[in-house]
Each structure stands twice: as C-alpha cells, then as structure tokens.
Nanobody, 122 residues
C-alpha cells in the first residue's frame, strides 16, 4: 500500500486549503483513511478519520473548521480545511488502517504517506 498526499502550501490565517490523499495497492475490503499532523517539536496528533460505511470523526481542535471526505474517486480521501489558524501549521500525513478501531490512535495505522506541509501565516 502506498499513500500520496498533496495540496499543502502557504496560506494566511482565515484562509482555506484542501488536502488530497491517493491510496494505491489497497487489498483490504474495508479500511479507515485518516489525517494526522505533526508540528515542529511536537508529537504527531490526530486530525480526522473516516472508515468505510462510517461517519467522519475529527479532533476537537478542528471540529467545525475541517471536513474529511472520501470523494467519488476510489481510494481517495480529502481534508477541506477552512478558517485556518497559525497553530494549524504542521506537516499533514494521511494514513490507512485495515481495521476501524481507535481511529485517533496513530499506532493503529499500518500505512503512512510522506506528508505535505501546511503553513498558516498570521
């Protein structure tokens, strides 16, 4: 399984970005796709996840601003980020979990993309 994330960039506070993640080589019938982020000097943290047939699940810090969706293209996941804040600055990673438990728990995810940088200026 390979994950390719894209869509990061530099944006002013209050702006929007849309991240995309394409998964290839997926052999699982059902799985979870998620976004995590890691700011400089901080631990990786959960952002949002979406399992097959499940409802979106997101961290409290991004609720109401970020939306995760699977789209119409197979094996893709998107993260629409609105009302961005400087504290959202981080490298954003997409991840895949063949199961659907502990969606917020990074060790649950077996496959990770390379990350895409999001920088929000004040």
């Amino acid at each position: 399984v390979q994950l390719q994330a894209s869509g990061g960039g530099l944006v002013q506070a209050g702006g929007s970005l849309r991240l995309s993640c394409q998964a290839s080589g997926v052999i699982f019938r059902r799985y979870t796709l998620a976004w995590f982020r890691q700011a400089a000097g901080k631990e990786r943290e959960f952002v949002a996840a979406l399992s097959d047939g499940g409802s979106p699940y997101s961290a409290d810090s991004v609720k109401g601003r970020f939306t995760i969706s699977r789209g119409n293209v197979k094996n893709m996941v998107f993260l629409q980020m609105n009302s961005l804040k400087p504290e959202d600055t981080a490298i954003y990673y997409c991840a895949l979990d063949p199961g659907s438990t502990k969606l917020w728990h990074a060790p649950s995810y077996n496959y990770w993309g390379q990350g895409t940088q999001v920088t929000v200026s004040s």
